[in-house]
């Protein structure tokens, strides 16, 4: 069974259609938005569980509720994220308290809560979706490009943890990808965007489900510890 926060729009609902496309049992979360999880899960008949990754006493409770109601979660996709950009100078601190625990906490939150019982059963799946941002930074996203880049960080130490109990975990770094995230962006500073990739075009949330069930599945299972990166070729390294 897979797991995948934020997972009623953009690359979560992507990468929880593509996992239900080879036949994983899926269900995703969301903390507010009633009426998108609604739509998706009728949409897909994927279920949908609302709480907030932020916060560990809720992930704790409701990954053992989502176990219970849908079988145990071999594979984890931690994709909740937010972003409250501001140069620094003028971010307050609770917008810089809100991306980090949205963005990196949850990734303490979710693992904590799943990890026991993928180490009693030798088996586990975990992959973290980064950004673009975290590996070359952003004007006015030092909350974001800090949560992101502290993902990478817990990537690593996290996979040397669960490889000898058959946990792999890896994160995909996406660049700038079709969502509502995006479009919110002034379309002269998407236009600047555009043209520094080398493809020429963004890309799209279905190319990032790919790699996500590509490293959820057995072909995968020599891969840990690695970042993909899916940025047409606009960071290269």
Known sequence: ?????????????ASAEALKQQGYRVAVTYKSNEQSAKEFSERTGIPAFQFDVSNLEHCAQEVKKIAEACGPIEVLVNNAGITRDAMLHRMT?????????????????????????????GFGRIINIGSINGQTGQLGQTSYAAAKAGMHGFT?????EGAARGITVNMIAPGYIETDM???????????????????????AEEIGRAVVFLASDEASFI?????????GQHMF
């Open 1 to 13: 069974m897979a797991l995948v926060t934020g997972g009623t729009r953009g690359i979560g609902a």
């Open 93 to 121: 601190a609770a917008h810089w308290h809100d991306v980090l625990q949205t963005n990196l906490t949850s990734c303490f939150n979710m693992c904590w809560s799943v990890l026991p019982a993928m180490r009693e059963r």
């Open 156 to 160: 690593l130490a996290l996979a040397r």
């Open 182 to 204: 995006v479009r919110a962006v002034a379309p002269e500073v998407l236009a600047q965007i555009r043209s520094r990739i080398p493809v020429g075009r963004l890309g799209r």
């Open 224 to 232: 840990t510890g690695s970042t993909l990166t899916i940025n047409g």
